[in-house]
């Protein structure tokens, strides 16, 4: 019975996206950035998110959030099904970005780590007040407890001398430590999920790598789930539990790392795979994917990685592929597995 109850536990469902569709109504057309993407996030589980520039990453996220700039782009169908700690669902579709459900939810139960961390965080306060006020917005703690909890979060993200660095301003501090600012501004809630668009891009290799583990441990300690943006197959590869490749708003493939990385299905995401220089196969020659992201404005027929795909047949062209669980938990939306 115990172990049931820890099996249940360990596959407890916080999200759940099912039939996504976030489009921006522009003068040129509307884009479909998100176009049907359903996905369901697991306590204490990560899942990263890959694909290339403009696949609609960054604006999955923000449908979560509700932080699309909306009316402009919004949600236009679907449903985001939110599962508190303390129980029941909430459908984030349907609140009102600006209620007091919502803001409690976004900070409190599902924290965001942006693309650029500099415009995040407010120049002309110290880092130290601005981790305080976003505990004190979603805690009911004095300034002095908020205080403690900001030192224990900054030192939980190896930020060397907290205490201190508490009372310094964005400025003075590297991009590297930005970045962990804005992670253990995250984490200073207990979050049940993180969503990090593309935490450590703009870092250098060692300091990436130290961010990703220090994320890790975080993430196993808290028990958190993670939802990890990044265009880098490397990063998914040493942090992801499963993986979801998006192209042209659409998921292309959704497998275990294991799956994905040993039996990748999807001509796409084989082609990300040729694509990067992955540990093991240095030296090896690689070959970008021939060809660009179409314009949204003007997206092909059928399967929108026809025009770029090896494979391609008349079929691709005509009708966009349906979804296949091709083995247990590895699904793929190409003719060539229908
Ligand atoms: N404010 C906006 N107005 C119009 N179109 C937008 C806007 N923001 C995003 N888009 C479009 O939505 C699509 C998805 O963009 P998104 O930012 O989610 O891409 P991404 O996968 O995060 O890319 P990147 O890797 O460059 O961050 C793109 O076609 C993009 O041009
Ligand atoms: S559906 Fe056709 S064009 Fe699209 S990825 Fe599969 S084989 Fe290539
Ligand atoms: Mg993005």
Redesign the pocket.
Known sequence: MAVEQRELAANEVLLEVEGLHTQ?F?EQGV?K?VDGVSFTIEKGKVLGIV??????????ALSIMRLL?EP??RIVSGTITFHPPDGGSVNITKLDRHSAEMRSIRGQHIAMIF?EPMTSLNPVYTVGDQIIEAIQLHQNVDKEAARQRAIEVLHQVDIPDPERRINEYPHQMSGGQRQRVMIAMALSCYPSILIAD?PTTALDVTIQAKILRNMRRLQQQYGMAIIL?T?DLGVIGQMADDVLV?YV?RKVEQASVRQLFLNPLHPYTQGLLRSIPLIGLRGKKLQPIAGSVPS?YNLPEGCCFAPRCPQAMPKCRQEVPIEAEVEPGHFVACWLYK
């Open positions: 921006f522009t884009v950035a694909g290339e520039s403009g696949c609609g990453k960054s604006i999955t700039p402009r782009g693309q593309e943006i265009h998006m708003g949204p």
